[in-house]
């Protein structure tokens, strides 16, 4: 079974899963590690549910169940660190303090212009394809500024999620003035692009960010994919990994990435 290295506890503010639960589910799928990459989107005043990572006391908990469970399984300690366009002078202070601290960062964007695309007012905003167009964009100028600070790039087409008509206005060829120089970025500067099969699990019949992105990376040269669930409860860890691995190994790919200590080892797919 893949390594799933994206999950979420109820350290992050949208998950009730207990750290516990979800190791407990991963060592009963036989998975050998595992990364927890709670959410922390820094300055999301706007947003319900908070999104801010108690730091110290996420990284005190994960180093008592690593120790804990290090028997069963290896746990790896990471974060999801929400990318957004004014925390450029926040980013660099966090990397100063905290790039020890973390075996592996994912960036992802989550919101643009203070709006999340989760809700409808994003889209009644913004309407469908110039929805999906302002997300991309955004994501673009977070990809060139903030490379530095991130190993994989989240969930990259994650906004069709949440289109009115899903992925009905949305395909690799409408808007690769956007997709291709962000896969260019994360090739130039060897991050890798995270694969994501969260959104299978509400009936996307293609994982983050599509297979016809996942191809053009890996025919533009890119190598490393990293892969998660994303899961925010046990019964969704390790979900559709099977598909997703057959699907990465179709898009040419032969080797998946882990991160320790903020490395990639290579583990065959
Ligand atoms: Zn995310
Ligand atoms: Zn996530």
Redesign the pocket.
């Known amino acids: 079974m893949i390594y799933d290295c994206?999950l979420h506890t109820c350290f992050s503010g949208d998950s009730k899963a207990s750290v516990r639960s979800q190791v407990e589910r991963a060592i009963s799928l036989g998975m050998k590690e595992i990364c927890f990459t709670d959410?922390h989107d820094h300055d999301s005043w706007f947003c319900e549910d908070n999104f801010e990572l108690d730091i110290p006391a996420y990284l005190k908990a994960m180093k008592t169940y690593q120790k804990k469970y290090k028997d069963r399984i290896r746990i790896n300690i990471g974060i999801?660190l929400?990318l957004q366009d004014h925390l450029g002078a926040y980013f660099e202070r966090f990397d100063e303090v905290f790039r020890d601290s973390f075996d592996f960062v994912?960036g992802?964007?989550?919101f643009v212009s203070c709006m999340d695309p989760y809700y409808p007012s994003y889209w009644e905003h913004h309407g469908e394809r110039e929805g999906i167009t302002s997300f991309l964009e955004a994501s673009l100028a977070r990809a060139k500024a903030f490379y530095p600070y991130f190993d994989s790039f989240?969930?990259l087409d994650?906004v069709v999620r949440y289109a009115p008509h899903k992925d009905y206005a949305y395909s690799y060829e409408a808007f690769k003035d956007w997709i291709d120089p962000i896969l260019q970025v994360l090739i130039d500067h060897g991050r890798a692009l995270e694969c994501?099969t969260?959104g299978l699990k509400y009936g996307l019949s293609q994982p983050n960010p599509s297979s016809s992105i996942l191809k053009r990376y890996r025919e533009m040269g890119g190598e490393l994919i990293t892969i998660g669930s994303?899961a925010h409860a046990p019964e969704h860890l390790g979900y559709g990994f099977d598909a997703c691995q057959r699907l990465l190994r179709e898009c040419g790919f032969r080797w998946y990435a882990v991160f320790h200590g903020r490395r990639p080892e290579m583990i065959p797919l």
């Open positions: 994206h959410h999801e929400g994912i992802s964007s989550h989240g969930h994650y994501n969260g994303d």
